[in-house]
């Protein structure tokens, strides 16, 4: 069973540049989430997709930071303008319904500048 | 105060020492509780859940106290492959649904030397 896949695995880019990051889920997993990972720290939840549905938003910052997931599988995360203080690596997990473990993928490394 | 607190580390053990790593937890209607493993540089894996009547996988170990909110894992003969972060995970329901949302502690580094 192929995993979690996001792209790109590394962004460079200056601040106030916008940048995008691409999650393709495990097939079936209806639901999918968007980790930031500041270095040090453990993954912190930025949004809950359940299909094209948001479940939880609370902690993205809706400013700067968009997600979405219009055909309830793949999902984009884009920031715009990007901080210094975004650099982190994003993680994208899936899970299935009615299951507790969630699957990440690699994640996309950024580092702002 | 954090929802999820670990002792940071880093912790450096010989090969076939046992470590114990602990986890505070604040929000007492977290409903499930895990240990995750994260390789440098790499994503992290679900190493085992932890129950209250306590469980056991091989070397690892896992307790939970839900009225002291915590959480362990005790790893016995250490190996070299065991070097890694150990983060604790605990789960609550997101708006209300039955949906879990995964609340990460900071991480606990552990070094397994020679």
């Known amino acids: 069973e192929a995993g979690v896949a996001q792209s790109p695995r590394y962004k460079i880019i200056e601040k106030r540049q916008s940048v995008a990051f691409w999650c393709n889920p495990i097939s079936g997993h209806a639901t999918l989430y968007w980790y930031q990972q500041i270095l040090g720290q453990g993954p912190k939840l930025l949004i809950q997709f359940q299909n094209n549905g948001v479940v939880d938003d609370s902690q993205l910052p809706k400013d700067r930071f968009s997600a979405e997931r219009l055909k309830g599988v793949d999902s984009t995360l884009k920031i715009q303008p990007a901080k210094l203080e975004d650099s982190a690596v994003y993680l994208c997990?899936?899970?299935?319904?009615?299951?507790?473990?969630?699957?990440f993928g690699p994640g996309t490394r950024l580092l702002v500048l | 105060r954090k929802e999820v607190e670990q002792d940071p580390g880093p912790f450096n053990v010989p090969e076939g020492a046992t470590v114990a790593f602990n986890c505070t937890y604040s929000?007492?209607?977290?409903?499930?509780f895990f240990w995750y493993r994260q390789d440098c540089r790499k994503e992290p894996k679900l190493l085992m859940s932890?129950?209250?009547s306590g469980n056991e996988d091989g070397r690892f170990t896992a307790q939970l106290n839900r009225a002291s909110q915590y959480i362990s894992l005790l790893i016995r003969d250490s190996k070299l492959s065991d070097s890694a972060t150990y983060l604790c995970v605990v789960s609550s329901n997101a708006g209300g649904t039955s949906y879990g949302k995964l609340t990460f502690g900071q991480g606990t580094i552990l070094t397994v030397h020679p």
């Open positions: 929000n007492s209607a977290s409903q499930s």
């Open positions: 997990a899936s899970r299935h319904q009615g299951r507790e473990t969630q699957y």
């Open positions: 932890v129950y209250s």
